[in-house]
């Protein structure tokens, strides 16, 4: 498999009915039987210069970790929360009827769907391109909540918490 018969007669193409190998190195036969472990572990060892760029993972400082338990207890992060949930949950649930309800109607009310309104657009259509007028409206009604509500308060708690760790 790994194996393809070499048919062309050029310069720098083996001669005619010479079986080429694409895993060998020129100069190397027999390379195509090395496992694939030991090619990925040769191409590893062949870059010592990008290993050595990494550093070890570093253990918290249990310093650190607890000025962030502490802004996790805060009473600002819970209110923080408590806005994002206030929206992303009501949101959601309000989408996903909205478009559970589409595909019922679908399943359950063909001919209400297949109700002509202009043109060629029926009820489907209609409430399809709507799914689509929904999703760009939650999606900037999200942005708007963020940026009046949530975005300023998370700012000044992230300038204290930077504080904090100095």
Do not use: C
């Amino acid at each position: 498999m790994a194996q393809h018969e070499v048919t062309g007669s050029t310069g720098s193409t083996p001669r005619q009915g010479h079986r080429f190998d694409w895993w060998s190195t020129p100069g190397k036969p027999g390379a195509a039987k090395r496992s694939a472990r030991d090619r990925v572990g040769a191409a590893r060892s062949a870059v010592p210069a990008q290993r050595s760029l990494q550093t070890p993972p570093q253990v918290p400082d249990p310093a650190i970790a607890e000025v962030y338990r502490e802004v996790q207890r805060s009473d600002a992060f819970q209110e923080i929360r408590r806005d994002y949930r206030r929206f992303v949950f009501p949101a959601t649930a309000v989408f996903l009827g909205w478009y559970l309800g589409y595909v019922t109607a679908q399943a359950l009310a063909p001919d209400l769907m297949r109700t002509q309104l202009i043109g060629p657009f029926s009820v489907a259509w209609l409430l399809g391109l709507l799914q689509f007028v929904s999703t760009f409206l939650i999606t900037w009604l999200y942005a708007r909540n963020a940026r009046t509500k949530r975005d300023r308060a998370a700012l000044g708690l992230r300038w204290d918490t930077q504080d904090q760790l100095r």
